[in-house]
């Protein structure tokens, strides 16, 4: 583009921080190299706040780009945080670029020491101070999101051009709006807008228009961007690795230290499943502590076992003052743990016998019959179950003490 045409400036809008902090580097990085490809003006948005105002303003000072935004004042000073705009001469024409940030966005914990004033008073008083130093072109750099930046300039008169961020979708072919001309970026740096701005004798602006471009192969790599890359990705590569490193060693020790999986008892489970949860309050196995209490062998390890929720098993059932969410047979006795919920709707599991015979042995229900018994627990039994066989119950009622 410099090659094609006389008179450029190149802008980015801003919005470039990484959002995790892992990546934090990339922000450093990405301003450096702004930096050598000589960019002119940079947009500003709270992303560049994430990782607080002292870092952006060291990189500001150490990189030396001019990052502007025209509405973010630092609360105690009264000062704006950043220079509102540059001003630049290209061959015979003036351009003025100032930066503006929404004031509805969350500034996180920001927003204690720095503020934000109302976007369109800023522009208007922008317009008016870079025309008053000759500014012949007026660019506007905006992270105030599409239908904010599009009502801003039908407001405030003498942008030329707008450039529009903030999540902002890509439209190949920018708009005009009144008299202005937008630009509606791209994502992830991988487009490059155009805006060609004629004037006319008067250096009033005669035509405008904009087009964006994908930067394919084609384009080709600049030697000194390209190194960059590389010396940047390699060690950032490395700190990653080591990143990953810890991360696995921690896991590993969790893995080795007791129960990272566990019981989580009933009232999780109905929070989403009341239906089954109303069902199930209905059953024995709901009240089988109370049947312990009541019996005073509550505190019989013998006895205890079938009556809870995994006991002596990591994660499930201590005592009643340590678990007390775990007494009682509970879903989790026939559904599994529901710390591997996932695994459990990945693959749902009918219930067979097996699962009961853990608890209803030969010795403690005689009577087991699992198609007799299974209606009594399955939660959408239409009507009335058959009844139990003859005697279910009396060997461990007499194991209670004989009732
Ligand atoms: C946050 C809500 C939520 C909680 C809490 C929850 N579940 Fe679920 N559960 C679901 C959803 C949603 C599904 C359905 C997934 C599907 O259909 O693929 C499901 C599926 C299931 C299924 C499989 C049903 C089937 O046959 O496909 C079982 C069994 C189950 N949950 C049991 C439990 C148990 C036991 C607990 C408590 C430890 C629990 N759930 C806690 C939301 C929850
Ligand atoms: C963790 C142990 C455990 C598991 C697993 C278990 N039960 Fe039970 N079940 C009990 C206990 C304990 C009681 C008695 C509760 C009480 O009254 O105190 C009981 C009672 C019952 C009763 C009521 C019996 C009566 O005399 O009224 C039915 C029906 C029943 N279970 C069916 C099942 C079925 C079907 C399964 C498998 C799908 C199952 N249970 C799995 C422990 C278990
Ligand atoms: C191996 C598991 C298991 C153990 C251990 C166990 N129970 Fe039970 N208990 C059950 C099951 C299953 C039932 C339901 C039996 C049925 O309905 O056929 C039950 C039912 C009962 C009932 C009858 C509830 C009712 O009114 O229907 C009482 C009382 C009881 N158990 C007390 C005890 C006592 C006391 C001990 C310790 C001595 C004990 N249980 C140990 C599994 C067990
Ligand atoms: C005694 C064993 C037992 C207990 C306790 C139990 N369930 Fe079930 N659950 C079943 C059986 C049996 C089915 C029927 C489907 C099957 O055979 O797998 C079932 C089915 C389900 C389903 C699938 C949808 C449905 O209703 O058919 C969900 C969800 C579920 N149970 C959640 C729960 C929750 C939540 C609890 C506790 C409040 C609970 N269950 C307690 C045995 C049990």
């Given at each position: 583009?410099?090659?094609?045409?006389?008179?450029?400036?190149?802008?980015?809008?801003?919005?470039?921080f990484?959002?995790?902090?892992?990546?934090?580097?990339?922000?450093?990085?990405?301003?450096?190299?702004?930096?050598?490809?000589?960019?002119?003006?940079?947009?500003m948005s709270e992303k560049e706040l994430r990782f607080g105002v002292g870092y952006l303003k060291a990189q500001v000072?150490?990189?030396?780009?001019?990052m502007?935004c025209?509405n973010l004042y630092e609360k105690k000073t009264k000062k704006l945080l950043l220079?509102?705009?540059?001003?630049?001469?290209?061959?015979?024409?003036?351009?003025?670029?100032?930066?503006?940030m929404s004031n509805?966005v969350d500034l996180g914990p920001m927003k204690d020491s720095l503020t934000v004033e109302?976007?369109?008073?800023?522009?208007?008083?922008?317009?008016?101070?870079?025309?008053?130093?000759?500014?012949?072109?007026?660019?506007?750099?905006?992270?105030?999101?599409?239908?904010?930046?599009?009502?801003?300039?039908?407001?405030?008169?003498?942008?030329?051009?707008?450039?529009?961020?903030?999540?902002?979708?890509?439209?190949?072919?920018?708009?005009?709006?009144?008299?202005?001309?937008?630009?509606?970026?791209?994502?992830?740096?991988?487009?490059?807008?155009?805006?060609?701005?004629?004037?006319?004798?008067?250096?009033?602006?005669?035509?405008?228009?904009?087009?964006?471009?994908?930067?394919?192969?084609?384009?080709?790599?600049?030697?000194?961007?390209?190194?960059?890359?590389?010396?940047?990705?390699?060690?950032?590569?490395?700190?990653?690795?080591?990143?990953?490193?810890?991360?696995?060693?921690?896991?590993?020790?969790?893995?080795?230290?007791?129960?990272?999986?566990?019981?989580?008892?009933?009232?999780?489970?109905?929070?989403?499943?009341?239906?089954?949860?109303?069902?199930?309050?209905?059953?024995?196995?709901?009240?089988?502590?109370?049947?312990?209490?009541?019996?005073?062998?509550?505190?019989?390890?013998?006895?205890?076992?079938?009556?809870?929720?995994?006991?002596?098993?990591?994660?499930?059932?201590?005592?009643?003052?340590?678990?007390?969410?775990?007494?009682?047979?509970?879903?989790?006795?026939?559904?599994?743990?529901?710390?591997?919920?996932?695994?459990?709707?990945?693959?749902?599991?009918?219930?067979?016998?097996?699962?009961?015979?853990?608890?209803?042995?030969?010795?403690?229900?005689?009577?087991?019959?699992?198609?007799?018994?299974?209606?009594?627990?399955?939660?959408?039994?239409?009507?009335?179950?058959?009844?139990?066989?003859?005697?279910?119950?009396?060997?461990?009622?007499?194991?209670?003490?004989?009732?």
């Amino acid at each position: 583009m410099k090659a094609s045409y006389g008179q450029v400036v190149l802008v980015d809008n801003g919005y470039f921080f990484p959002e995790d902090d892992l990546h934090k580097d990339v922000s450093w990085f990405l301003m450096d190299a702004m930096k050598v490809l000589g960019t002119d003006a940079v947009g500003m948005s709270e992303k560049e706040l994430r990782f607080g105002v002292g870092y952006l303003k060291a990189q500001v000072k150490r990189t030396q780009l001019p990052m502007v935004c025209a509405n973010l004042y630092e609360k105690k000073t009264k000062k704006l945080l950043l220079q509102p705009y540059v001003l630049k001469q290209v061959g015979t024409v003036k351009v003025g670029i100032f930066g503006l940030m929404s004031n509805t966005v969350d500034l996180g914990p920001m927003k204690d020491s720095l503020t934000v004033e109302e976007p369109s008073a800023a522009a208007k008083r922008m317009v008016a101070e870079l025309r008053k130093k000759g500014a012949t072109v007026v660019v506007l750099l905006s992270q105030l999101g599409k239908v904010e930046s599009e009502d801003l300039v039908t407001a405030v008169e003498g942008v030329d051009a707008i450039m529009v961020g903030h999540n902002v979708p890509l439209l190949q072919k920018g708009r005009t709006i009144k008299n202005t001309v937008a630009c509606y970026g791209g994502e992830q740096g991988q487009y490059i807008g155009r805006t060609v701005i004629t004037l006319d004798p008067q250096r009033r602006k005669a035509t405008a228009d904009n087009e964006t471009f994908i930067l394919s192969a084609e384009v080709g790599e600049r030697k000194e961007i390209a190194a960059l890359v590389k010396g940047f990705e390699d060690s950032f590569n490395e700190k990653l690795q080591k990143a990953e490193k810890e991360r696995a060693a921690k896991e590993q020790a969790k893995a080795t230290s007791p129960s990272p999986d566990h019981y989580l008892g009933a009232e999780v489970c109905i929070r989403c499943h009341a239906q089954e949860g109303e069902q199930w309050k209905t059953t024995r196995h709901a009240r089988a502590w109370q049947t312990l209490v009541d019996g005073k062998k509550d505190a019989t390890p013998e006895c205890v076992g079938c009556h809870v929720v995994g006991y002596k098993q990591p994660g499930g059932f201590v005592s009643v003052t340590a678990t007390p969410t775990l007494t009682n047979v509970q879903c989790e006795s026939c559904h599994g743990m529901g710390t591997q919920h996932e695994a459990l709707t990945a693959s749902p599991r009918r219930i067979t016998a097996e699962t009961c015979r853990q608890c209803h042995t030969a010795t403690n229900s005689p009577t087991f019959d699992f198609a007799l018994y299974q209606p009594h627990v399955a939660h959408k039994y239409a009507g009335t179950p058959p009844p139990l066989p003859e005697g279910h119950g009396t060997s461990m009622q007499r194991a209670a003490g004989g009732k």
